[in-house]
Nanobody
Framework: VQLQASGGGSVQAGGSLRLSCAAS????????MGWYRQATGNERELVAS???????KYADSVKGRFTISRDRAKKTVFLQMRSLKPEDTGTYYC?????????WGQGTQVTVSS
């Protein structure tokens, strides 16, 4: 599977962005999907995930502000981000996984200014 992330940009604190991750290939529905982010000098961290069965998890830092969803027909995963904070700044990556197989999309930059 190949992943194409988009939707990043620069916003002021309190603003919103919607990230999209479009998957190519078949069998999109069987993959667990996730959004990760990496700030400069930091390790990549999980932001939100949605399993093939629809189970959703969020990092504590984004609960109540971010929403992950998937559109199986469009083979796309979304990350709606609201009430953005400067600490949300980073490169956001989409990930697909099944069993031992992991696929990453290219990153999309999110910059939140105060």
């Amino acid at each position: 599977v190949q992943l194409q992330a988009s939707g990043g940009g620069s916003v002021q604190a309190g603003g919103s962005l919607r990230l999209s991750c479009a998957a190519s290939g078949s069998a999109f529905s069987i993959y667990d999907m996730g959004w990760y982010r990496q700030a400069t000098g930091n390790e990549r961290e999980l932001v939100a995930s949605i399993s093939s069965g629809g189970d959703i998890k969020y990092a504590d830092s984004v609960k109540g502000r971010f929403t992950i969803s998937r559109d199986r027909a469009k083979k796309t995963v979304f990350l709606q981000m609201r009430s953005l904070k400067p600490e949300d700044t980073g490169t956001y990556y989409c990930r697909a996984s099944i069993q031992i197989y992991i696929y990453w999309g290219q990153g999309t930059q999110v910059t939140v200014s105060s």
